[in-house]
């Protein structure tokens, strides 16, 4: 039997993307369909999810909807997966991104956002919507935290709840003031509800409530229970820890695909790589890089403390001594971003910046650099080195969280059985960067090595179809311990 599922949470690739959440609230639908789950999306009605999804059917009114009514509209996405939007102009209909406005400020109002996403879903998850009942609410991030804490506390028959984890560094945390606004009892404002060091904590909440708790691999799974990792939850999730696992995120093997991919200048496959020289040119043309057979690094990145942006900074001189190029992508912290452009006008023709988000250059960046560098201090999973897997771009991570569980590093043992795929690195610090760096260039030198590392990570499974399959089997367990024949 089919089990029917509501997926929840703020971003959805390709309608609107700031991370890899989206990428992967984008890919699971259809991924899961073949292991037997329907899903639908709920997703906030954001101008320009609106502008991007195409014709949209009002199925619901929802009154009253944090100071003025909405609706509910049915939509496809690209992929022709369902989606739910929660339309609220007051809410959602304005200038600026998802979570913060054009000045880089929080809006003011996220809490009350955020919230009123998580109340349609925990109605829908009571059956608000006609001939749609769903098995499992499947609750993405702080955003839709609040998700299973309504479904909790309103009482009554409900579906089994899964909180999962994109990102434990964020959190969103409101004042204790909002607690009536929000429709949350004062009686749930305790350190067993939502309450969280003196605040309404919605990720808190999610963790709390939620039949399982999942995050987005093994290893950030367990880092996230110690005191180093657990950014203040780490008591709250080692007591749920029975209930919490990990599940490494896929990749949308249709829409990164170098054999078929258009944003390249050419396409190549495993059998033809030799073809990928033309994506490094097309790159450094562009970019006005020197165009010689040196080791060309990229970085795609938001700038933040998170990616070890500012490692790089400081392994850059280095970097640039062995002969490499650096390539950088990347959005977010103005002083980073002066920096990196300092380094550009240091370096003219061996650095080359492109400051802001821009989905289609990272395609060809991946294609036509020779490494990408991903030295986060924490990762819970991370994507870019995946897609850089697949298209025969060498990762160099710090062995943290996904980073780890997702790249073999190119020891004697891996490389004696033919297995390596990248380069690790720990302690995260900008000298162990160093030497990774160095010794992916020592690599690069060896050209046959290099392209046995570049054909096993093309080769590697980094699809959607076991992972999905993993998230198919908790929702089976879970829709069973509910009572649901699955
Ligand atoms: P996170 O979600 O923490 O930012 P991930 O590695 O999981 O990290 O996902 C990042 C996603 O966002 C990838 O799809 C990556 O290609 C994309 N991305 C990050 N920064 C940029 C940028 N400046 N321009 C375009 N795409 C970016
Ligand atoms: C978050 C994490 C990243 C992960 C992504 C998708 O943004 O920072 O590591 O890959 O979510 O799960």
């Known amino acids: 039997m089919s ?33 037997g789950v329907r899903v639908r999306t709920l997703l906030p009605a954001y101008r320009q999810v609106l502008a991007r999804a195409g014709q949209v059917e009002p199925v619901l009114q929802l009154p009253d909807l944090f100071g003025a009514d909405g609706r509910l509209l049915a939509a496809k996405n690209a992929d022709g997966a369902d989606l739910l939007l929660v339309d609220a102009p007051h809410l959602f209909d304005r200038p600026g991104g998802p979570y ?61 709840t899964v909180m999962t984890v994109h ?25 067993e509800g939502v309450e969280y060091y003196g605040q ?54 249709d829409v990164w695909n170098p054999a078929t991919d258009p944003l390249l200048a050419k396409n190549y496959a495993v059998g033809s790589l030799a073809d990928r020289a033309e994506n490094k040119t097309a790159l450094c043309s562009r970019l006005g890089l020197d165009q010689d057979d040196s080791p060309l690094f990229c970085v795609i990145t938001r700038l933040t403390w998170q990616k070890g942006v500012d490692l790089i900074l400081q392994a850059a001189p280095h970097l640039l001594e062995a002969g490499g190029q650096l390539a950088v992508l990347g959005a977010g912290d103005v002083q980073l971003e002066g920096s990196y452009q300092r380094l550009t006008e240091q370096y003219p023709g061996r ?35 995946l897609y850089a897997l697949r298209y025969g771009c060498i990762p160099v991570v710090s062995r943290v969280g996904g980073l780890a569980d997702t790249v073999i590093d190119a020891n004697d043992a891996a490389q004696a059985a033919g297995v390596a795929t990248g380069v690790q690195f720990h ?60």
């Open 351 to 385: 650095v080359a910046c492109v400051f802001g988000y821009n989905e289609e250059f990272a395609h060809l960046l991946e294609a036509g650099s020779d490494a990408i560098l991903v030295p986060s201090r924490f990762e819970p999973c991370g994507l870019t080195q």
């Open 3 to 35: 089990l029917q599922a509501l997926s929840v949470a703020s971003e959805c690739f390709p309608l609107i993307k700031t991370g890899g959440l989206a990428d992967v609230v984008g890919a699971l639908p259809n991924a899961l369909a073949p292991h």
């Open 100 to 160: 913060l406005d054009a000045a880089g400020l929080d809006w003011p109002d996220n809490a009350q956002r955020f919230a009123a996403l998580s109340i349609v879903a925990a109605r829908l998850g009571r059956g608000l919507l006609p001939g749609f009942q769903p098995d499992i609410v499947h609750a993405h991030d702080w955003q839709a935290g609040l998700v299973p804490a309504y479904l909790a506390l309103f009482g009554g028959r409900r579906p089994a």
């Open 427 to 486: 302690p995260v610090t900008a000298d162990a960067l160093k030497d990774a760096i160095y010794r992916t260039i020592a690599l690069y030198r060896q050209p046959g090595l290099w392209a046995k590392m570049q054909r096993n990570g093309m080769t590697s499974d980094l699809g959607w179809e076991v992972r999905a399959g993993a998230y198919a089997s908790l929702f089976r367990s879970l829709a069973q311990e509910n009572g649901v024949a699955a």
């Open 200 to 253: 309404i904590g919605f990720l808190k909440a999610g963790l709390n409530y939620a039949d399982r708790i999942t995050t987005v691999s093994p290893s950030y799974a367990r880092e996230i229970r110690t005191a180093e990792g657990g950014m203040g939850l780490d008591g709250l999730l080692n007591a749920r820890a029975a209930r919490l696992s990990g599940i490494v995120n896929g990749i949308d093997m």
């Open 167 to 191: 990102n434990l560094a964020f959190q969103g945390q409101y004042p204790a003031r909002l607690l009536d606004d929000l429709h949350l009892p004062a009686s749930a404002f305790v350190p």
